[in-house]
């Protein structure tokens, strides 16, 4: 009989969208976009997803990728006045008591401590972004 280990993390993913479509247009161009559809059940690996929130600054986030997140992760979208540091770190902070691990959509450096800080309170932290405009830090 073969022993198989479950993984039964509990996630949150956290997506810096203006971040994460700076990256994508300056790698392929001014109008690539992410697959969410294909990238969010890859960096999940089979694990639970607790909750998924997009930020992105600006007035106006197409209904329809709001509507797709709804219904494909029960995701949430929030705009943000200026940039999704302090909205996106807000949320990791009230969340890091709830999961497991955070994902993280951004390769800002901004982020380094509140990845420090989740980490401390043994929270397990993954990055996914652009490996060309990712944070040398």
Known sequence: MEN?????????????GNNIG??????????AMLN???????????RGLNRLVYLREGLHIS???????RKNF????ETCYKSADIPLTIHAVKL???VDTIIIFSGDGDYLPLI??????GVRVEIVCMKKSASSH
């Open 63 to 69: 209904e329809r990728f709001s509507e797709r997140l």
């Open 116 to 121: 420090n800080y989740l980490k401390a309170v």
């Open 96 to 98: 890091s008591e709830k």
């Open 4 to 16: 198989k280990v479950l993984n039964a993390q509990s996630v949150a993913i956290l997506i810096d």
């Open 74 to 77: 029960f995701g949430i979208v």
């Open 36 to 46: 969410f559809d294909t990238t969010i059940p890859k960096v999940l690996c089979e």
């Open 22 to 31: 700076k990256s994508i247009n300056s790698v392929y161009g001014l109008s």
